[in-house]
C-alpha cells in the first residue's frame, strides 16, 4: 500500500498569499496518477488536479499541480476567500488507491 | 446531467450487516470506474473499494473480506454491501463516478453509517 504524507498539517495564510501544499508518497507512483481535491465542511470532495497536473473542468487557473514519482504539489497562486478548505491528495495508479491526511488551509 | 444519489445508510449494532446503493443518472454505470470512499466524523478520507468497467474491483485492507462492491446494470446502481461491522466503520459514505473524457468526477451527497449498541 502507499502511504501519502501530506505537509504541512495547517497553513494559516491570508486571501491574496500563495499556497504551496506537499504530498509525498512512500513509494513512487505509478504514471503519475495523483490527484488532488478541495473539501469544505459538509460537502463532498470537489476534484482540482488529476494525473499530477491536469486541472480538472471548471477549476481556475490559480491551481495548479507538478510533479512526479515521490514528490507531488499543489500550488494556489493567489488565496480567495473561497480557497479555505481542507485539501487532500489521492493516488490511484495502484490499488489500494489512498489518500492523503489533508491540509487545512485557514485565514490567517 | 450526471448524479448519483447514496442511500441505505443507518443505525446499525456492532456486527451487523447494511447494503448501501447508489443510483446513477445520465450515464451507464457498467462503463465507469466507480468508488466509494468514506468520512468518519472530524476526520479525513479514506477510499474504500472501486470497480472498474471491466468488472474487476479492489478494497481497502481495513475492509477486505467484509464489504463487497457490486453494481446491477438493469437498475444503473452501484452498491456497497457492509457485513461484520465494526464502531471504525462509522463514517459518511460516498460514491465517485471518475469521467476522465470530461476531465472530472462527480460524488453523491453521502449516507451516513452509524455503527454502535
Known amino acids: 500500500e502507499i502511504v501519502l504524507t501530506q505537509s504541512p498539517g495547517t497553513l494559516s495564510l491570508s486571501p491574496g498569499e500563495r499556497a504551496t501544499l506537499s504530498c509525498r508518497a512512500s513509494q513512487s507512483v505509478s504514471s503519475n496518477y495523483l490527484a488532488w481535491y478541495q473539501q469544505k465542511r459538509g460537502q463532498a470532495p470537489r476534484l482540482l488536479i488529476y494525473g499530477a497536473s491536469s486541472r480538472a473542468t471548471g477549476i481556475p487557473d490559480r491551481f495548479s499541480g507538478s510533479g512526479s514519482g515521490t514528490d507531488f504539489t499543489l500550488t494556489i497562486s493567489r488565496l480567495e476567500p473561497e480557497d479555505f478548505a481542507v485539501y487532500y491528495c489521492q493516488q490511484y495508479g495502484s490499488s489500494p488507491r489512498t489518500f492523503g491526511q489533508g491540509t487545512k488551509v485557514e485565514i490567517k | 446531467e450526471v448524479q448519483l444519489v447514496e442511500t441505505g445508510g443507518g443505525l446499525i449494532q456492532p456486527g451487523g450487516s447494511l447494503r448501501l446503493s447508489c443510483a446513477a443518472s445520465?450515464?451507464?454505470?457498467?462503463?465507469?470506474?466507480m468508488s466509494w470512499v468514506r468520512q468518519a466524523p472530524g476526520k479525513g478520507l479514506e477510499w474504500v473499494s472501486v470497480i472498474y468497467s471491466g468488472g474487476s474491483t479492489y478494497y481497502a485492507d481495513s475492509v477486505k473480506g467484509r464489504f463487497t462492491i457490486s453494481r446491477d446494470n438493469s437498475k444503473n446502481t452501484l452498491y456497497l454491501q457492509m457485513n461484520s461491522l465494526r464502531a471504525e466503520d462509522t463514517a459518511v459514505y460516498y460514491c465517485?463516478?471518475?469521467?476522465?473524457?470530461?476531465?472530472?468526477?462527480?460524488w453523491g451527497q453521502g449516507t451516513l453509517v452509524t455503527v454502535s449498541s
Open positions: 465517485q463516478v471518475e469521467m476522465p473524457t470530461m476531465g472530472r468526477d462527480y
Open positions: 445520465g450515464f451507464t454505470v457498467s462503463s465507469k470506474y
